[in-house]
């Protein structure tokens, strides 16, 4: 029968490994997360509304990440909710998105690949292309 001295210490063990387990994990993250470039850009937003129409806004900017960008183009307007992972977007140059209504939803590119951030940590690099698509879900 082992200790309670003995379960005590293997129990801090786990306890520290764990620890370290997410210390190098976040270590991880940060170093090979995108980062923000710094300096001027020329970059697209092409907004594809509800009804399929097309509006390019094509700007040079110094912003680091997409809402920053979509606040300086000058016509585009964008609204929704903010929350823990920054705003969600529900309506774009009027268009509202209601996914609970009819699965409408606008779905956010960066040249050709769905983006895999928010707007408000999106990266924006020179020579981006983004996409802001009304998109249904046809489960819906």
């Avoid at 699965?103 to 983006?115: K, L, R, T």
């Avoid at 990266?123 to 698509?133: L, N, Q, R, T």
Wanted: glycine letters at 12%; hydrophobic letters at 40%; proline letters at 1%.
């Amino acid at each position: 029968m082992e200790s309670k001295s003995g379960s005590n210490r293997k129990l801090i063990v786990g306890a520290v490994a764990l620890v370290a387990v997410m210390a190098i994990l976040a270590i991880v993250y940060m170093a090979f997360r995108e980062k923000p470039v710094e300096g001027a850009k020329a970059i697209t937003i092409e907004v594809t509304g509800k009804s399929g129409a097309v509006e390019k806004y094509e700007l040079n900017t110094d912003a680091q990440y997409l809402r920053q960008a979509m606040e300086e183009a000058d016509g585009l307007t964008f609204s929704g909710a903010e929350s823990e992972y920054g705003m969600m977007v529900d309506t774009v140059n009027g268009d509202l998105a209601d996914y609970n209504a009819d699965g409408a939803y606008w779905g956010f590119f960066v040249n050709g690949e769905y983006c895999n951030y928010g707007i408000d940590t999106q990266p924006v690099e020179d020579g981006d292309v983004f996409g802001i698509v009304y998109t249904t879900d046809a489960g819906q």
